[in-house]
T-cell receptor, first 115, second 111 residues
C-alpha cells in the first residue's frame, strides 16, 4: 500500500529554536497532506491541511506563524515549529489520502521534546 | 462532520473475539465508516472501511446496520499484539477531506 515517510522520528530541541519535520509520500503524489498533533493519552488533533502549491489551511486555534507548513512539491510537506517552547512538546503526525482509496495513510510520527 | 462515540476502553483475553461498537447518528448519505488502529508512538494504521452491511478483510470484519447510525468492528481471536487504540471515523470519500478523530477505544488484550 501507499507509504508516507516522516522524519525525524524523535527530536529534542532547546526552547526558542525551530524544528522542521518532513513528510514524504513514497511512490505516489499527494496534493493534500494533513498534520496532526497528539498529546499523551489523547486523540489526534488536526492542526492544518497542507496544499501543494498554495497556502495551508489551519484549524481554529492553531497559530499559523508558529507552525509553518510548506508543501512545495507533490511528494513533500514540511512542518516547522518556530520558537519552540516546552508546551509544544508533542507527537506530530502527517497523513495523506491513499491513492488506492483505502482510507488515509499516516507517517510514523515525530516525537518532539522541547527543553 | 459526523461525530462518533465509542467506548473509552475494553479488556479481552487472547483467543477471544472482540467487538467494538461505534455510534454515528449524524452520518450523511455519502459518508463511509472507517476504522484505524494506533500503537503507542506510531501513526494510525488503516484497518477497514465500509458503507453498509458487512465488510471483511484479512484483519477484521465491519458490520453496519441498515440505518448506518452505528457500526461494529469485529476482531477475531485477538492476541496480545492487538492491544492498541482503535478509532472509528466517518468520512466523505472525496479527495482531500480531513479526518476528525474521536476519543478512540483502548483495547487491552491479556493472556
Amino acid at each position: 500500500g501507499a507509504v508516507v515517510s516522516q522524519h525525524p522520528s524523535r527530536v529534542i530541541c532547546k526552547s526558542g529554536t525551530s524544528v522542521k519535520i518532513e513528510c514524504r509520500s513514497l511512490d505516489f503524489q499527494a496534493t493534500t497532506m494533513f498534520w496532526y498533533r497528539q498529546f499523551p493519552k489523547q486523540s489526534l488533533m488536526l492542526m492544518a491541511t497542507s496544499n501543494e502549491g498554495s497556502k495551508a489551511t489551519y484549524e481554529q486555534g492553531v497559530e499559523k506563524d508558529k507552525f509553518l507548513i510548506n508543501h512545495a512539491s507533490l511528494t513533500l510537506s514540511t512542518l516547522t515549529v518556530t520558537s519552540a517552547h516546552p508546551e509544544d512538546s508533542s507527537f506530530y503526525i502527517c497523513s495523506a489520502r491513499d491513492p488506492q482509496g483505502l482510507g488515509y495513510t499516516f507517517g510514523s510520527g515525530t516525537r518532539l521534546t522541547v527543553v | 462532520l459526523a461525530k462518533t462515540t465509542q467506548p473509552i476502553s475494553m479488556d479481552s483475553y487472547e483467543g477471544q473475539e472482540v467487538n467494538i461498537t461505534c455510534s454515528h447518528n449524524n452520518i450523511a448519505t455519502n459518508d463511509y465508516i472507517t476504522w484505524y488502529q494506533q500503537f503507542p508512538s506510531q501513526g494510525p494504521r488503516f484497518i477497514i472501511q465500509g458503507y453498509k452491511t458487512k465488510v471483511t478483510n484479512e484483519v477484521a470484519s465491519l458490520f453496519i446496520p441498515a440505518d448506518r447510525k452505528s457500526s461494529t468492528l469485529s476482531l477475531p481471536r485477538v492476541s496480545l499484539s492487538d492491544t492498541a487504540v482503535y478509532y472509528c471515523l466517518v468520512v466523505f470519500p472525496g479527495g482531500g477531506n480531513k479526518l476528525t478523530f474521536g476519543t478512540g477505544t483502548q483495547l487491552k488484550v491479556e493472556l
